[in-house]
């Protein structure tokens, strides 16, 4: 790891607020890294706190924020709550002057998400979200054969992430599984987006979506497609581009075969006008993808930028961006699938 330039210690002292389902993997990996040091664990709930203490005999635990915020020693605070709290507490955290990493999506209003992403940046802070997913080495794959031109020009991608699996009763299919593949749709093509639109369907509980289409324009001419769901018998957790010499699927449920590469695509059109297009199928190739847990490389890549500055790929930016995608397919479900722009506003 490069040198602590910016901290006066020698490791990232982290403190993890919300620890009852996802905090404690965050907690974990803050606790093994050997650039990291767990130095408080916060939750509201006493109760919640007393499941992890004998983990952490070294870690300070308490139900108030404040105690973190006041501690001088402490570089970083990692919000783990839920949703509707994200955007208050990372707004206190970079108040405090701490660095602040938080869970997906990093709001919910893009207002909200702009207003903590400009707040990082004018006080020269970290800010990153975890969007998991675009730091899987199945992800990194599918991304190095996009900018190595393997695949020639992108043509359009498209997510699945359906399943028979947790109803949640506040959070539609939309929200809950959407910022994985939007965050992972956004960094792939590497623009911003222009316009998008989503349809989907309450069928099990009224006003929340079980189901949701979702399509994502980009200036380019790049289409995205998503398919969210956990009303399915499938359990899908894939990404597919195509582009116009190959194709590529990221499939999360394969153990052997994260990433596929198919040569197969049109065959470029050399003859006379009104000739049918021809298509190649030539081999496929399964590239190996190293083994690691992505939350361990996010939690790396938030220690490395805080202790030297280095920008993260999942910044306030992006995470800004993924809010006003989500915002933005709100309003077009509400509207029966109504094109809705983007007007860039999510950047900082
Ligand atoms: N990246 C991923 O793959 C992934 C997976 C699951 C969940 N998540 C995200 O993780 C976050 C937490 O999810 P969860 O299922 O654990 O939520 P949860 O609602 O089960 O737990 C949140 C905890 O935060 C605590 N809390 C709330 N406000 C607090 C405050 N002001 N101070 C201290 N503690 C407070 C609550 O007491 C609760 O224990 C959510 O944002 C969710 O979207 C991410």
């Not at 206190?92 to 701490?98: D, N, Q, Y």
């Not at 093509?189 to 979506?209: D, K, M, N």
Request: charged share 25%; net charge negative.
């Amino acid at each position: 790891m490069e040198a602590l330039t910016n901290l006066p210690h020698d490791v990232v002292r982290v403190g993890v607020v919300g620890m009852n389902y996802w905090g404690p993997n965050l907690a974990r990996n803050f606790d093994r890294l050997p650039q990291t040091d767990l130095a408080w664990c916060c939750d509201l709930d006493e109760a919640v706190l007393d499941r992890h203490r004998d983990h952490y005999p070294n870690t300070t635990f308490t139900t108030n924020l404040d105690d973190l915020l006041a501690d001088d020693a402490l570089d970083a605070v990692v919000v783990a709550t839920s949703v509707p709290t994200h955007a208050a507490l990372a707004t206190r955290a970079l108040e405090a002057g701490k660095h602040t990493f938080v869970e997906k999506p990093l709001a919910v209003k893009a207002e909200d998400g702009r207003r903590v992403a400009a707040l990082a940046a004018e006080k020269g802070l970290t800010l990153m979200v975890d969007h998991l997913l675009v730091y899987h080495p199945g992800v990194e794959k599918l991304k190095s054969l996009i900018d190595d031109g393997s695949l020639g020009r992108v043509y359009y991608l498209y997510g699945n992430r359906q399943n028979l699996g947790i109803v949640r009763p506040d959070e539609n299919a939309l929200w809950s599984l959407g910022p994985h593949d939007i965050s992972v749709m956004l960094w792939l093509v590497g623009e911003e987006p222009v316009e998008v639109s989503a349809t989907g369907e309450s069928y099990l509980q009224p006003g929340v979506e079980d189901v949701v289409f979702g399509r994502v324009r980009f200036a380019s001419g790049v289409i995205g497609h998503l398919h969210l769901s956990w009303l399915d018998p499938h359990k899908m957790r894939k990404m597919t581009v195509i582009g116009s010499d190959k194709m590529a699927v990221f499939d999360d449920m394969e153990s052997e075969r994260k990433v596929t590469l198919f040569d197969k695509g049109p065959v470029p059109r050399t003859e006379s006008y009104g000739e049918y297009i021809q298509v190649r199928s030539g081999d496929i190739h399964i590239p190996k993808i190293p083994v690691t847990e992505p939350l361990r490389l996010v939690c790396e890549e938030f220690a490395r930028a805080v202790a030297t500055g280095a920008p993260t790929r999942a910044d306030g930016r992006a995470g800004a961006t993924v809010v006003e995608v989500l915002e933005a397919m709100t309003t077009s479900l509400k509207n029966q699938g109504a094109p809705v722009a983007i007007t860039g506003k999510g950047a900082a």
